[in-house]
């Protein structure tokens, strides 16, 4: 059985010596250790600056190191053992892949644990602007990720209409998906990308407008 992926709280590291001299005499303000205690108080904070490095940096490490995120990624085979799903994460998507993805995504992925936040940067799907209680039915794949600095940055893409969703599964069982593997110095290890299968209904349950990027909460059911 598999959990849901939590690397919360996150502490920012110390500044070195060398890099509080450089800050003294660049006249910046001083470094000031931060810590985030939960994965939305660390979107929030990144929808307000999607450039944070320090947290960025502490979040992808720890998203690495983290034990049940391995597992994760046993669960599904790497994309030359899926094709329909390799041309899709290529941009090479073809006539009647959204059929073979669904597909290899019931053969090789896995249900997602109820609980788990997952995170996706675009815009709003339904015809009205997000509010509490809007819903919409999820008609083609989802592109998600488990790292909220990857989606705010998708979604100042999408300026000035885009919005971060963090994405909580309310139901277990509801959620197909399909996590993808790490591999060497492949350009899409930053993602830590989470497929979604079509299917599931997003319900809007808050929102929320930081200084760049309307946050929204959602149940995935």
């Known amino acids: 059985m598999l959990n849901p992926i939590d690397v919360y709280p996150i ?4 500044q070195s010596q060398r890099d509080i001299l450089l800050t003294e005499l660049s006249g ?20 307000d600056d999607p450039e944070d490095g320090e947290l960025g940096s502490v979040l992808e490490e720890r998203l690495i190191a983290c034990a049940e995120y391995r597992n994760w990624r ?4 790497g994309v030359t053992h899926v094709p329909a799903i390799g041309r899709y994460r290529k941009g090479k998507r073809v006539a009647g892949d959204l059929a073979a993805i669904t597909a290899e995504i019931s053969v090789h992925g896995f249900f ?4 788990q936040v997952l995170f996706h940067g675009g815009n709003w799907m339904g015809t009205q602007a997000p509010h509490i209680g809007a819903s919409v039915c999820l008609t083609d794949l989802l592109s998600a990720t488990l ?11 999408h300026h000035p209409t885009g919005c971060l969703w963090m994405l909580e ?4 069982n509801s959620v197909a998906s399909f996590t993808f593997q790490r591999h060497g110095s492949s350009p899409f290890n930053h993602e830590f990308e989470v497929l979604i299968a079509p299917g599931p209904t997003v319900r809007c349950t808050g929102v929320t407008a930081t200084n760049t990027l309307q946050v929204i909460e959602c149940h995935l059911s």
């Open 112 to 115: 997602l644990p109820q609980g």
């Open 147 to 157: 790292s909220p600095q990857v989606a705010a940055a998708h979604a100042r893409r």
């Open 11 to 14: 502490t920012t590291k110390a």
């Open 28 to 47: 910046e303000p001083p470094h000031v250790r931060r810590t985030v205690k939960t994965s939305k108080e660390t979107a929030h904070a990144l929808a």
């Open 74 to 77: 046993k669960q599904n085979p």
């Open 169 to 172: 599964v309310a139901t277990p």
